[in-house]
């Protein structure tokens, strides 16, 4: 089971690249790095299973979360384009991609961000970043976040499935925004639908979520 990982958000003006590296060095490399020791001994008792804790955020890009989005999706892509040579070998990949977790680890990630310079970025960035997105993530925490507790049953339930799935997303809340994106292979439907909720219906969404 690989689990390993490290949260960024923010504009990205305001992010080190020496910070994204080490980022993608623990969400993605850090899982390589594991699948390289792994699986040569597996493909030679042909059999085994590498579970990977990926995110709903390697599948849609979310406003704020570009460098931890990156890395999320070069989680899914590494794994998509294993997966069918593990299949030769009896091999069994799978990704489980949790939405929000209420855990220290978000905990402290929002508390950094609260407290960080946003000043080389332009004013109207920094406010949309500090009065719209924390606002609203803490909304979308309380009201759609689940346990580790739940995370660790869903991986369970990967983990002892007879005929493992591929994914396995762990909170129906964002099936749609999945649905939407396949929806429409050109991208619009899921931009437009995000810029909506971010830039006009925003207390509309938020409401909603209280």
Known sequence: VSNAGV?????LECQSLAAMQSLMDTNFFGLVRLVKEVLPDMKRRRGGHIVVISSIMGLQGIVFNDI???????????CESLVVQAL????????VEPGPVMTEFETKLYEEAERADYSRTDPETAEIFT???LRNSRDVFTSLG?????????????IEAARPPFRHQTNVAYTPMAALKHADPSGALITDAFYKLV????AVLRFGLR
Do not use: C, W
């Open 146 to 158: 689940q346990t580790p507790e739940d995370i660790a049953e869903h991986t369970l339930r990967v």
């Open 68 to 78: 931890y989005s990156a890395s999320k999706f070069a989680v899914e892509g590494f």
């Open 7 to 11: 949260g960024m958000a923010g504009p």
């Open 131 to 133: 009065k719209l997105y």
């Open 88 to 95: 030769r070998f009896n091999v069994a990949i799978s990704l």
């Open 199 to 202: 830039f006009k219906y925003h």
